[in-house]
C-alpha cells in the first residue's frame, strides 16, 4: 500500500542551524502538509501546499519556515535558523482529491522527530 | 479558536469492554474525522464521517456526529490490547481549498490485557 515517507526520522541540531526535513508523498496526491506536535500537545497546522505554491499557512509558519517541492516526487520543510522551541515531532501528509467528492483524507508519514539543542 | 476538544483525556479498560471517545468543536465543518497514533508513530485515519451523516461504521468503529451539539464520539467494541493508543479528532472546513485539519488533544485509550 502506497504510503507517505519521512527521512530522517530524527534529526539532532543545534539552535541556530538550519534544518531540512524531507517528505516524499503519495505519488498521485495533489496536495500536501506540514503538521507539527510538540511533545504532549496536540497536532497543529504549519502549511499547506498545492500547485506548486503555498495555499494557506499558520501564525507559527513564520519567515523562518519555507517549503519546497524541488522534483516530482519530494516535499520539503526547512528551517532557516532553529530555535530550542522548534523541537517537536513534524509530521508530512499528502491526499488526494476525487473531483466532486468532498471528502479530505489526508495521510500522514510517521514523522521526523527534531531536537534543538 | 480550538477545535476538537477530546474527552476523556484518558480511558484504561479491560480487553474486552467498549472505549467510547467524545469529541467537541465550535465551528461549522465539513468533515469529521477520527485517527489513532502509536506512541512516537504517525497519524493513521480511522474513519471520516460528513457534515450530513449522522452515524458511520467501519468494522469495531462507531462513529456518531451531532451538529447541532458539535460533538462527536468514537465508540470501539470488544477493545484488544492493540488498540492501545492516542486518538484524536480532526475537522475541516473549506477554506481556499486548503482543507487543513484542526486536531484536538487526543484521548489516550489503554486497553489492559
Known amino acids: 500500500e502506497p504510503e507517505v515517507t519521512q527521512t530522517p526520522s530524527h534529526q539532532v541540531t543545534q539552535m541556530g542551524q538550519e534544518v531540512i526535513l524531507r517528505c516524499v508523498p503519495i505519488s498521485n496526491h495533489l496536495y500536501f502538509y506540514w503538521y507539527r506536535q510538540i511533545l504532549g500537545q496536540k497536532v497543529e497546522f504549519l502549511v499547506s501546499?498545492?500547485?506548486?505554491?503555498?495555499?494557506?499557512k499558520s501564525e507559527i509558519f513564520d519567515d523562518q519556515f519555507s517549503v519546497e517541492r524541488p522534483d516530482g516526487s519530494n516535499f520539503t520543510l526547512k528551517i532557516r535558523s532553529t530555535k530550542l522551541e522548534d523541537s517537536a515531532m513534524y509530521f508530512c501528509a499528502s491526499r488526494f482529491e476525487l473531483q466532486g467528492i468532498a471528502k479530505n483524507i489526508q495521510y500522514f508519514g510517521a514523522g521526523t522527530r527534531l531536537s534543538v539543542l | 479558536s480550538q477545535q476538537g476538544e477530546e474527552d476523556p483525556q484518558a480511558l484504561s479498560i479491560q480487553e474486552g469492554e467498549n472505549a467510547t471517545m467524545n469529541c467537541s468543536y465550535k465551528?461549522?465543518?465539513?468533515?469529521l474525522q477520527w485517527y489513532r497514533q502509536n506512541s512516537g508513530r504517525g497519524l493513521v485515519h480511522l474513519i471520516l464521517?460528513?457534515?450530513?451523516?449522522r452515524e458511520k461504521h467501519s468494522g469495531r468503529l462507531r462513529v456518531t456526529l451531532d451538529t447541532s451539539k458539535k460533538s462527536s464520539s468514537l465508540l470501539i467494541t470488544a477493545s484488544r490490547a492493540a488498540d492501545t493508543a492516542s486518538y484524536f479528532c480532526a475537522t475541516d472546513r473549506t477554506q481556499g481549498g486548503s482543507e487543513k485539519l484542526v486536531f484536538g488533544k487526543g484521548t489516550k485509550l489503554t486497553v489492559n490485557p
Open positions: 465551528t461549522s465543518i465539513n468533515n
Open positions: 501546499f498545492y500547485n506548486n505554491e503555498i495555499s494557506e
Open positions: 464521517i460528513r457534515s450530513n451523516e
